[in-house]
């Protein structure tokens, strides 16, 4: 196991729960739930927000995933590095979602703290949501 995962357990930021499948839906839910709002802001054009929504999807989606391996992470940094070690590096996830999860954060936060953002990062945010969404059911319904 990553030696980064192995320092979130022992920092208590990641916490071995066992699986509690209605934390799972509840996760997915709020993913789906954010990537419609951002849909619509993305329609109506408010793109800053539709990229902070489009990253929440992401994140709930990572979570669902996480906590459907039985742990529930106590940061976002954490949640990335549990994602890497129970999904991508053992190959059930290509790793462009553990980017894109990265990379759709640094959207959000040029966003909403610089006032930074573009129709096209937008639109580009939004789809590897809905992407990502779409293969963790996948991945779960396939238990």
């Known amino acids: 196991m990553d030696e980064r995962f192995s320092t979130c357990l022992a920092e208590g930021k990641l916490v071995k729960i066992g699986l509690q499948q209605d934390l ?20 109506e054009k408010n793109h800053k927000w539709a990229s902070v929504q489009a990253y929440y999807s992401m994140f709930h989606t990572a979570k669902a995933l996480v906590l459907s391996k039985g742990y529930r992470e106590k940061n976002h940094y954490c949640l990335r590095i549990a994602l890497k070690a129970l999904f991508i590096d053992i190959h059930l996830l290509e790793s ?48």
């Open 24 to 43: 799972v839906q509840k996760e997915f839910d709020g993913a789906e739930f954010d990537l419609k709002t951002a849909q619509t802001s993305l329609s």
């Open 96 to 143: 462009k979602y553990i980017e894109r999860l990265r990379d759709s954060m640094n959207l959000c936060e040029d966003a909403d703290y610089g006032l930074i953002y573009s129709d096209n990062s937008a639109k580009e945010a939004v789809a590897w949501a809905a992407e990502f969404l779409q293969e963790a059911k996948k991945l779960i319904k396939g238990k």
